[in-house]
């Protein structure tokens, strides 16, 4: 049989679109941070410059200053003079001291406005070196922070990007299990029990690729994982983790079981799951109802263990512990009875916890009677809790 994987090739587009959006995103994150280091870069060169030209005019106005106490000290000395030449009473001395205290005062005003201009240019230049100061810290601070973030960013982002590649691929390779399944159904003439048995042996590193298929493909179940995972995360104590891993143990090893058995018959015939069997006044939910069997199963020797190709199996499901297997006796018998309403053969699949009964041989000959045969091909139920548990990677 050509199989065809095409249906499921969105699975390996969907990891190599994370993978493109995540080298996306630090493409984008090393173009921010390349911004942010050239803008501290021009910030650390503006405040050079203005460090500089601070410089130059602390510089200017201390030779501004000199200037000016030069010609202040020179106005002294003529106006020094002009008394002397009041004194002697001489008009031409007079005269000439006069026009020269003129002058002299004409230059200390000018020297004083040049110093006035010279303290107001380095005032100016005080205030542009803080505020290149203040943008180089600021930038900087903004590189270093933008740096952090991006890192922290990149750390969640990639642990997630790889959490869900690894579960995409699981539930991928658990698609290819499933094609490799129906591969080596069509390969066999008939259906045996070793046959059965190497389809649903189960171990933690195929259990974790059927449950990331799961979570990947049911909604349901995915929200009830994401429900108990939750739990778990808010959980404050010990003693709370205890329960909710009490609850996983309740609620999903049943569920889990049960898509797995849907999953790994789908490739014998077509499967209908809690199908609706009127029994007289009540009526009866049949786990899993594969219709069409495509290959003759042989159950063993004797009466109600052989199935014709194009017939129908109905399969009820059971995983737990022996004193949970013993107390669902009357209702196996129940649904046995509705089997024999709805298919051609019964089978009840059950954890290997059944072999823990010690009336075991009676307790399958109940069932063999009524022509439903007992199949203990699960994982015991603590196995299967502690590989959904494992698979859960709780946290």
Request: proline letters at 1%.
């Amino acid at each position: 049989m050509q199989i065809d994987l095409k249906d499921f090739n969105f699975l390996i587009s969907s990891i190599q679109y994370i993978s493109s959006l995540f080298e996306q995103t630090c493409e984008y994150q090393n173009h921010r941070i390349s911004l942010f280091e050239k803008l501290h870069e021009e910030a650390n060169k503006e405040l050079n410059l203005s460090q500089n030209l601070l410089s130059a005019a602390k510089a200017l106005e201390a030779q501004k200053l000199v200037f000016l106490m030069q010609e202040e000290a020179e106005l002294a000395q003529a106006m020094s003079e002009e008394a002397a030449a009041i004194a002697s009473g001489n008009p031409a001395a007079i005269a000439a001291a006069s026009a020269y205290v003129a002058q002299k005062l004409s230059d200390v005003a000018h020297a004083k406005n040049e110093y006035e201009k010279a303290k107001q240019n380095r005032f100016n230049m005080e205030k542009r070196v803080e505020l290149t100061q203040k943008a180089a810290h600021e930038s900087l601070q903004m590189l270093e922070s933008s740096k952090a973030f991006f890192a922290s960013q990149n750390a969640f982002l990639n642990s997630l990007k790889e959490q869900i590649t690894f579960k995409l691929t699981n539930a991928y390779k658990a698609i290819t299990d499933y094609y490799t399944n129906a591969s080596y159904v069509e390969s066999l003439d008939i259906i045996k029990p070793d046959n059965l048995k190497q389809m649903l042996s189960l171990d933690q590193e195929k259990a974790k690729k059927y449950f990331d298929f799961f979570y990947a493909t049911d909604e349901k179940f995915k929200k009830q994982v994401d429900k108990l995972k939750e739990e778990y995360k808010n959980a404050k104590t010990d003693f709370e983790r205890e329960k909710v891993i009490l609850k996983i143990r309740q609620n999903l090893a049943g569920a889990y079981a049960e898509k797995f058995i849907q999953t790994s018959f789908s490739s014998i015939g077509k499967v209908h799951t809690q199908h609706t069997q009127e029994m007289g006044e009540s009526f009866s939910k049949v786990d899993i109802l594969i219709t069409d069997i495509k290959k003759p199963l042989i159950l063993g020797r004797g009466k109600c263990k052989h199935l014709k190709k194009g017939s129908t199996l109905a399969i009820e499901i059971k995983t737990g512990s022996k004193e949970y297997l013993r107390s669902q006796k009357e209702h196996l018998k129940f649904q046995t009875d509705a089997h024999k309403k709805t298919a051609d053969m019964s089978v009840i699949i059950t954890s290997k916890d059944i072999y823990d009964l010690k009336d075991e041989e009676e307790f399958r000959e109940i069932f063999k009677q009524e022509c439903s045969h007992i199949i203990a091909m699960l994982p015991r139920k603590s196995e299967i809790d502690q590989y959904i548990i494992n698979s859960m990677e709780l946290k």
